[in-house]
T-cell receptor
Framework: DAKTTQPPSMDCAEGRAANLPCNHS???????VYWYRQIHSQGPQYIIH???NNETNEMASLIITEDRKSSTLILPHATLRDTAVYYC?????????????FGTGTRLKVLA | GAGVSQSPSNKVTEKGKDVELRCDPI?????LYWYRQRLGQGLEFLIY????????KSGLPSDRFSAERTGESVSTLTIQRTQQEDSAVYLC???????????FGDGTRLSIL
């Protein structure tokens, strides 16, 4: 299984970049890394995903190391509304079926 | 609305009763997923459907849990003889194809007295 490890919490000043790390050393070569976030009392929201190359969209950037054992989610200009729990997820394929393994995530607090 | 809809949003029931949770995915999404989230914890994957079939049911916590999907649309998660440890938020998600980015509902908060 693609188990992921994240720091339990981080603070970031409003307007600054938030860099959220994730270790996924057991991920296989063809398994994607996904990032979601969950704001209190809501369902998780998809942010970004990647396989090998760095990715960018309107929400964030994803930097994946060359050995694919870790990645960093970057929120370039954090706002108070970015306060949430951020989950790094390794897609896992087992016996031809898929699973998502969510860890406990990183609780990001953006400070005014 | 265009999002994933779950009902009820809250359910309180007595221990030993059966409960049925409903998920209406986004129209046209072939893949549907159920998760459980206990208070203060991450999401626990339960089961996913590709169309009306569930390729892997091993994530279901016990034989008291079952799920079905019909018409490649609505899904129900049934918990029989509920126990207090079943108290959690049950989340449903859907995606156009399996394991593309998932769209989540806001969950059903289940409380077992």
């Amino acid at each position: 299984d693609a188990k992921t490890t994240q720091p339990p919490s981080m603070d970031c000043a409003e307007g600054r970049a938030a860099n959220l790390p994730c270790n996924h050393s057991t991920i296989s070569g063809n398994e994607y890394v996904y990032w979601y976030r969950q704001i209190h009392s809501q369902g998780p929201q998809y942010i970004i995903h990647g396989l090998k190359n760095n990715e960018t969209n309107e929400m964030a950037s994803l930097i994946i190391t060359e050995d694919r054992k870790s990645s960093t989610l970057i929120l370039p200009h954090a706002t108070l509304r970015d306060t949430a729990v951020y989950y790094c997820i390794g897609e896992t394929t087992t016996s031809g079926t898929y699973k998502y393994i969510f860890g406990t995530g990183t609780r990001l607090k953006v400070l005014a | 609305g265009a999002g994933v809809s779950q009902s009820p949003s809250n359910k309180v029931t007595e221990k030993g009763k059966d409960v049925e949770l409903r998920c209406d995915p986004i129209s046209g999404h072939t893949a549907l997923y159920w998760y459980r989230q206990r208070l203060g914890q991450g999401l626990e994957f339960l089961i996913y459907f590709q169309g009306n079939s569930a390729p892997d049911k091993s994530g279901l916590p016990s034989d008291r849990f079952s799920a079905e999907r019909t018409g490649e649309s609505v899904s129900t998660l049934t918990i029989q003889r509920t126990q207090q440890e079943d108290s959690a938020v049950y989340l449903c998600a859907s995606s156009p194809l399996a394991f593309q980015p998932q769209h989540f509902g806001d969950g059903t908060r289940l409380s077992i007295l």
